[in-house]
């Protein structure tokens, strides 16, 4: 019961069958089509053709008998369909039937003959038998009251459309075959690259190696397979540098929690041993201890923020960007007080997740203050730029950014020789770039004029005019 089940609930791509015997079928039916209704059309062609040549040879016997006998009674004018070769033979035919001959005619004569001959229908053909032989007939008006009628052995006609039946039978049974043979060739050739590409993608799958990637053809010879093997190859490039990007990530914060752990591990061991330290002592372990757990905690945390790569669309509203940079201003002044930050804010709204704009712009301040010597304020300024698009700089007097330094400044865990020293991970600056750029921001850094280092974060210009909609929300306090 559980396989039959099974079998019922199979997908629907398994039912219908590989997708390049789908295909071939799907060309051969369509080939065979166009093979069968040329082929009908091409006897129905011939078999009127041949039809209508009969027709014209009777319609000029019909003019050359009423011409030659003008005016006769009822009864046979001449020839008979007995012989192959004969000449056309004809009848004269009355509207009434009680002026019939005594000896009966050549041919039989119906009741649509003697509407003709009553003027009452049109002249038409027809397919009569004479002794056993097909022949056709020609009915047609003669004088007043009398209908004429001439016929003609159609022998020749019905061997010349049994010969094109025949023939026209044996090239539709090899247009089909044709037809097979090019809908197989067809699947083959034309699903090449999507075989190709599918015997990559189960490589990957088994090696879990994106390094592969798929030849293309050379340039000049592009098509919409090898547009597909591009962009497939750009999703291959694009998930090496993720998988690479994620190893660098877990070895670098292995690296950086190991220092941590060690110590805390180290710290707790020294207070296992509690009675045999001095109050001084178990006090400063304890500090260590609080102060290295806080250390690890603020890394763990970091890193789970890094692990989100795109804001919550139900948390984004729009910002009054002005007020949270205040707002963050406030918060580093009460953690750095002898930092002093000088703040000039105008008026802008951005649309974002208030919390994360938060975290944002408090890791540039607590980056410039970390670097800021005593007595040098960090300067914050928050300007619209042209086109409404607001800006925010972040300056501090410190030793600035070395010039090999610049291009890593953003780095997870890159930290540069002047700041080993100084307390951090090596992770607010990168996310603080992750967090301008899911806003769609742009983080950028450079050495600031006179000394010191420059951050600027220029959001995109806004869609509708500045201002919140609805009422602006502050951050809280």
């Given at each position: ?85 004969a000449?056309?033979?004809?009848e ?61 052995r ?127 002592q178990?006090?400063?372990a ?37 007020l ?5 201003a406030e ?11 000088r ?9 974002g ?78 996310m ?46």
């Amino acid at each position: 019961m559980k396989r039959a089940d099974r079998r019922r609930r199979a997908p629907s791509w398994r039912r219908r069958g590989p997708l390049r015997t789908r295909l071939a079928l799907s060309v051969t039916a369509a080939v065979a089509l166009v093979a069968v209704v040329v082929c009908v059309t091409a006897f129905f062609v011939v078999r009127d053709a041949l039809y209508w040549q009969l027709d014209l040879n009777l319609t000029q016997s019909a003019r050359l008998a009423a011409q030659r006998h003008p005016d006769e009674v009822p009864g046979t004018l001449a020839g008979e369909c007995r012989f192959l070769a004969a000449p056309a033979c004809a009848e004269v035919v009355p509207a009434d039937p009680d002026r019939d001959p005594p000896a009966p005619g050549l041919l039989p004569v119906a009741p649509a003959a003697r509407q003709v001959a009553a003027g009452t229908r049109a002249p038409y053909f027809s397919n009569i038998t004479v002794d056993g032989h097909p022949a056709r007939m020609l009915t047609t008006d003669y004088a007043q009251g009398r209908a004429l009628q001439v016929a003609l052995r159609s022998d020749s006609v019905e061997g010349g459309t049994r010969e094109a039946t025949w023939w026209l039978v044996l090239t539709a049974v090899a247009g089909v075959l044709l037809a097979a043979v090019l809908g197989r060739w067809v699947s083959r050739t034309g699903l090449a690259p999507v075989t190709r590409l599918t015997a990559m993608a189960e490589r990957i799958a088994a090696t879990r190696d994106p390094r592969h990637r798929i030849e293309l053809p050379p340039p000049g010879r592009e098509d919409e397979i090898t547009r597909l093997a591009g962009s497939f190859n750009t999703m291959l490039g694009e998930l090496e540098q993720s998988v690479t990007a994620q190893r660098r990530l877990v070895a670098d914060a292995s690296h950086e929690l190991r220092t941590p752990l060690t110590a805390l591990r180290t710290n707790a061991e020294l207070l296992a041993r509690a009675d045999r330290l001095t109050t001084a002592q178990r006090e400063r372990a304890a500090a260590a201890l609080g102060r290295q757990l806080r250390e690890v905690t603020g890394l763990v945390n970091d890193l789970i923020e890094l692990a989100r790569d795109e804001e919550p669309t139900p948390l984004v509203e729009q910002v009054r960007l002005d007020l949270l940079v205040r707002h963050c201003a406030e918060a580093a002044r009460a953690h750095w007080p002898a930092v002093e930050f000088r703040v000039e804010t105008a008026e802008a709204v951005v649309p974002g997740v208030p919390a994360r704009l938060s975290r944002l712009v408090g890791n540039l301040l607590d980056n410039a203050a970390k670097f800021s010597p005593p007595g040098l304020p960090v300067e914050v300024e928050l300007t619209a730029r042209e086109g409404g698009a607001p800006e925010l700089t972040v300056r501090d007097h410190g030793p600035g950014i070395a010039p090999e330094d610049l291009p890593y400044v953003f780095d997870r865990f890159y930290r540069a020789g002047t700041a080993r020293a100084l307390p951090g991970s090596g992770l607010g600056l990168a996310m603080a770039r992750q967090i301008a750029r899911a806003h769609a921001a742009e983080l950028t850094a450079q050495p600031a004029p006179g000394g010191g280092a420059l951050l600027r974060l220029t959001f995109r210009p806004p869609r509708t005019p500045t201002g919140p909609r609805g009422g602006g929300r502050s951050p809280r306090s």
